[in-house]
């Protein structure tokens, strides 16, 4: 809601209509963006920014704050509530929430540290940084790697911060190697599509292959250099 308020003054909504048959019939009617530049709603935008990252600094409960500063940016009077909400991509937060909810009860089945804890028994310690690289590049592109990430925190042991620091960088490398390493890329295809730009799965892998072994290459060379 943050960002569409303080984008909405420079951008009209996109036309997901234009590419429809003329026999379908629109019956939902979403009001546009005025295009006109307003100042104070933008002063407003960016207090709201302000005041989120100050109280996630504090000790209060984030998705209160959030809910409540998001609840303020609808009492405005230049842009309508079900225009601000229509822009808010409801099926993308439904998936985040949907692979929350499956790695967590994934997690409470135990079988994610009973596998930590076999491959440990082979030889494979994810206390090691390059055997961290290698276990969440494998993961990241099996399940993509926001629900990596989630997995790995709940199951890496926390004994250095550098660990947390080359899991948030790995899984980032990671997820350029396929479209479905990771949501960013969903997303980006999708946006694509709607402009008429379609980005096959080998057309992205044609980049996203080579980008992604030498960027990970190079995270693991760093890591042997400063250990």
Same mark, same amino acid.
């Given at each position: ?13 996109p ?5 429809? #048959?003329?026999?379908?019939?629109? $019956? ?24 989120i ?5 504090l #000790?209060?409960?984030?998705p ?10 609808l ?9 601000i ?5 409801? *099926? ?14 994934? *997690?409470?089945?135990?079988? #994610?540290?009973?596998g930590v804890?076999?491959? *440990? ?9 390059w055997?961290?690289?290698?276990g $969440? ?12 990430v ?6 890496v ?40 730009? $379609?980005?096959?799965?080998w ?8 980008i ?13 250099? $400063?250990?």
């Amino acid at each position: 809601l943050l960002i569409q308020f303080l984008c909405g003054p420079l951008n009209r909504l996109p036309n997901h209509t234009a590419n429809r #048959p003329a026999s379908v019939e629109i $019956t939902s009617h979403v009001r546009t963006a005025p295009t006109k530049v307003r100042p104070i709603n933008a002063l407003i935008g960016i207090a709201a920014l302000a005041a989120i990252v100050v109280f996630f600094i504090l #000790p209060f409960p984030r998705p209160i704050i959030a809910i409540c500063i998001a609840g303020l940016l609808l009492l405005n009077r230049t842009y309508s509530t079900d225009m601000i909400l229509g822009r808010v991509d409801w *099926s993308l937060l439904v998936l985040v929430v949907a692979l929350g909810i499956l790695v967590s009860a994934f *997690s409470n089945t135990g079988l #994610p540290t009973k596998g930590v804890s076999d491959l *440990s028994s082979v030889g494979i310690d994810f206390n090691k940084p390059w055997q961290l690289v290698v276990g $969440t590049f494998v993961l990241s592109n099996l399940v993509n790697n926001i629900p990596a990430v989630m997995l790995l925190l709940k199951i890496v042991p926390n004994t250095t911060p550098d660990l947390g620091i080359i899991l948030g960088v790995a899984s980032t490398f990671a997820g350029n190697f396929i479209i479905i390493g990771s949501l960013a890329n969903m997303i980006m295809v999708r946006q694509a599509q709607e402009h008429g730009i $379609t980005i096959t799965f080998w057309r992205h892998a044609r980049a996203g292959i080579p980008i992604t072994l030498l960027s990970t290459f190079a995270l693991i060379v760093w890591i042997w250099i $400063t250990t």
